[in-house]
């Protein structure tokens, strides 16, 4: 069984990491576009969670790096540098968005499911980073 499921991923490299590719695009670049069409209203939510620093400016960065890294991506363009930084900038938003530990007792477990939800993701995106995106992608080309 092992062997098989060995065969099955091997040959399905190219199809199957450009289908994670897919999803990870599918939620960070929408999300990138509404920050950078509205980085004021995204600067005022960093400013309401107590974000060090100009808001402004984290707000522009974040964007930045959500729509251009998970357009970078999806195209297979500079994979190993996009999953990096979408990587970091998951860990941080799971920090600054999601403090379970801080949280009132009603809300303590969808901001714990979240947190940890925003960590497995940046866990696959360091899978992304060591494996690169794949045959299919413009880093092989």
């Not at 576009?33 to 980085?39: I, Q, S, Y």
Request: include cysteine.
């Amino acid at each position: 069984m092992a062997q098989l499921v060995d065969t099955i991923a091997e040959r399905g490299n190219g199809p199957l990491l450009l289908l994670g590719r897919l999803t990870i695009a599918a939620l960070y670049l929408p999300s990138g576009f509404g920050k950078l069409t509205n980085a004021a209203g995204f600067a005022g939510y960093l400013a309401s969670l107590g974000a060090p620093g100009p808001v402004m400016l984290l707000a522009w960065l974040a964007g930045i790096v959500e729509f251009f890294g998970s357009l970078a991506i999806l195209l297979g363009f500079q994979t190993r540098l996009a999953a990096g930084a979408l990587c970091i900038f998951t860990v941080i938003a799971a920090f600054l968005g999601h403090p379970y530990w801080a949280a009132e007792a009603a809300a303590r477990m969808g901001q714990y499911y979240n947190f940890w939800k925003d960590i497995a993701i940046a866990g696959g995106l360091l899978f992304l980073f060591v494996h690169g995106a794949g045959r299919l992608s413009l880093d092989r080309r």
